[in-house]
C-alpha cells in the first residue's frame, strides 16, 4: 500500500512566523500535491510538482512556496503565516499521468494564531 | 470556477438503505473520480470512470457517468456506520493537466 506521510498531525504557530510543513511518500511516485481544505470550499490545490526540483502554482499559491530536492519528500512553505492560512492542509502524490489516483496523507490542522 | 458541485451537501440515511450522491461538471472531462474521507483523516480513492464509460462496479459501490448532462452519480447499496463519510467526485478536465475536487457531500448512516 502507498503510505504518505504527513509530519505533523496538528500545528499551531504565531502571525509572522516561517511554517514548514513536510510530506513523504513511499511509492516512488512522481507527482506531488499539496491542498488545503475548508469547510464549504473543498480542496483547494496550493502547489504541485512532477519531478524533483519542478514545482507547478495551483489555484491558490499566494503565501506559500514548495520545496522538492528531493522525489519522496515535497514541503509547503508558509513564508510568513497569516490568520488566514489556518486550515487543514493535505498532501497527496500520484504515478505518471495526471489522471491516475491521488493517495492522501492524514492531514495537518495548522492553527495560526 | 471549474469545480464539480456534488448533492446534496448532506445526507442522513437508516443503516441498510441505499445512498446516492451526484456530481456536475461544467466542460468536458477526461475522467472522473470519487473520493471518500473520514473525519479527520485524508481522502481515500474509490473508484475512477473514464469519459468513454457509463457505468462501473466495485463491490458496493455503482458510479455512473452521462456526459450529454455532464454529471455522475455514487450509488452505495446495502449502507453501513462505517460509510458514514464525506464523498467527494474530482474531475480531470480535457483542458486541464490536474484533477479538481468539489465540496462534498457528507454522508451519516443511522443505526
Known amino acids: 500500500d502507498v503510505k504518505v506521510t504527513q509530519s505533523s498531525r496538528y500545528l499551531v504557530k504565531r502571525t509572522g512566523e516561517k511554517v514548514f510543513l513536510e510530506c513523504v511518500q513511499d511509492?516512488?511516485?512522481?507527482?506531488m500535491f499539496w491542498y488545503r481544505q475548508d469547510p464549504g470550499l473543498g480542496l483547494r490545490l496550493i502547489y504541485f510538482s512532477y519531478d524533483v526540483k519542478m514545482k507547478e502554482k495551483g489555484d491558490i499559491p499566494e503565501g506559500y512556496s514548495v520545496s522538492r530536492e528531493k522525489k519522496e519528500r515535497f514541503s509547503l512553505i508558509l513564508e510568513s503565516a497569516s490568520t488566514n492560512q489556518t486550515s487543514m492542509y493535505l498532501c497527496a502524490s500520484s504515478y505518471g499521468h495526471s489522471n491516475q489516483p491521488q493517495h492522501f496523507g492524514d492531514g495537518t490542522r495548522l492553527s495560526i494564531l | 470556477s471549474q469545480q464539480g458541485e456534488e448533492d446534496p451537501q448532506a445526507l442522513s440515511i437508516q443503516e441498510g438503505e441505499n445512498a446516492t450522491m451526484n456530481c456536475s461538471y461544467k466542460t468536458s472531462i477526461n475522467n472522473l473520480q470519487w473520493y471518500r474521507q473520514n473525519s479527520g483523516r485524508g481522502l481515500v480513492h474509490l473508484i475512477l470512470?473514464?469519459?468513454?464509460?457509463r457505468e462501473k462496479h466495485s463491490g458496493r459501490l455503482r458510479v455512473t457517468l452521462d456526459t450529454s448532462k455532464k454529471s455522475s452519480s455514487l450509488l452505495i447499496t446495502a449502507s453501513r456506520a462505517a460509510d458514514t463519510a464525506s464523498y467527494f467526485c474530482a474531475t480531470l478536465y480535457s483542458s486541464a493537466s490536474k484533477i479538481i475536487f468539489g465540496s462534498g457531500t457528507r454522508l451519516s448512516i443511522r443505526p
Open positions: 470512470i473514464r469519459s468513454n464509460e
Open positions: 511509492m516512488d511516485h512522481e507527482n
